[in-house]
């Protein structure tokens, strides 16, 4: 079992920046590949960026640039440091960890309870 702990949302104007924590517990094992999705009401998920234990990367093409996925192995927190913001960024935010790499598939089995990101124009 791993249980996921995001913070680090909040209120931002276009262009500026957040930084977004998820802090995992539990089984290390199961949160060998990690990643961030967000959510906005009537959309589906949607997969932002994933890592893996040895640092590989993978991005949406609307954020690729813009937004890094870090990954504190020592500590078992994931981060996501989001720059030039755009009010289309605006979601809620969730962590998400599994054994399984699913890269920005929906089908990872742990999942945070989310963050609100708000950017307005």
């Known amino acids: 079992q791993v249980r996921l702990v995001e913070s680090g949302g909040g209120s931002v104007q276009a262009g500026g920046s957040l930084r977004l924590s998820c802090a995992a517990s539990?089984?290390?094992?199961?949160?060998?590949?990690m990643a961030w999705f967000r959510q906005t009401p009537g959309k589906e998920r949607e997969g932002v960026a994933s890592?893996?234990?040895?640092?590989?990367?993978s991005y949406a093409a609307s954020v690729k640039g813009r937004f890094t996925i870090s990954k504190d192995n020592a500590l078992n927190t994931l981060y996501l440091q989001m720059n030039s913001l755009k009010p289309e960024d605006t979601a809620v935010y969730y962590c998400?960890?599994?054994?399984?790499?699913?890269?920005?598939?929906?089908?990872?089995?742990?999942w945070g309870q989310g963050t609100q990101v708000t950017v307005s124009s």
């Open positions: 890592i893996d234990s040895f640092g590989s990367r």
């Open positions: 539990g089984s290390t094992s199961h949160s060998t590949y």
């Open positions: 998400a960890a599994d054994r399984i790499n699913w890269l920005l598939n929906w089908r990872y089995n742990y």
